[in-house]
């Protein structure tokens, strides 16, 4: 059994989520990836929460770091994984792709955010690993 997330990273989650509320409540659905994006780094930004956006996250193979072309949309306080959609539908694929950077990471708590809804509260995958 896994022990149960810090509650210092919950608290990050919780701040990211309301960031992310406020930026849908703002622009609603219908846009580019790339302009929630932006909207929800300058949000965080705002907010005073450390963040990198489009980090390379390299794996290890053989021992050895190889940049394979991962990027993490908002890594948040390198606590949070953010991985943002607008897309018709979230597909298992976008689920793993989460859970595999993860993995990688070391982190344990994501949040998979799809702005293409009309209530963003049915958007939003927590994911644990």
């Not at 790339?34 to 996250?57: D, M, V």
């Not at 290890?60 to 539908?89: H, P």
Request: aromatic share 8%; hydrophobic share 40%; proline share 2%.
């Amino acid at each position: 059994m896994h022990e149960p997330i810090p509650q210092d990273v919950e608290d990050i989650g919780s701040r990211v989520l309301d960031c992310a509320f406020k930026v849908h409540r703002e622009l609603g659905s219908g846009l580019f990836e790339s302009a929630y994006q932006a909207c929800l780094c300058h949000e965080l930004r705002k907010s005073g929460i450390a963040f990198e956006c489009e980090r390379a996250l390299a794996i290890t193979y053989g021992g050895e770091q190889i940049d394979a072309g991962y990027r993490l949309d908002i890594w948040v306080e390198r606590k949070v994984i953010l991985e943002l959609k607008a897309v018709e539908n979230v597909l298992p694929i976008h689920r793993a792709q989460l859970l595999t950077y993860l993995r990688l990471s070391g982190n344990r708590l994501g949040f998979l955010i799809n702005f293409n809804v009309t209530r963003l509260k049915d958007g939003i995958e927590r994911l644990v690993l």
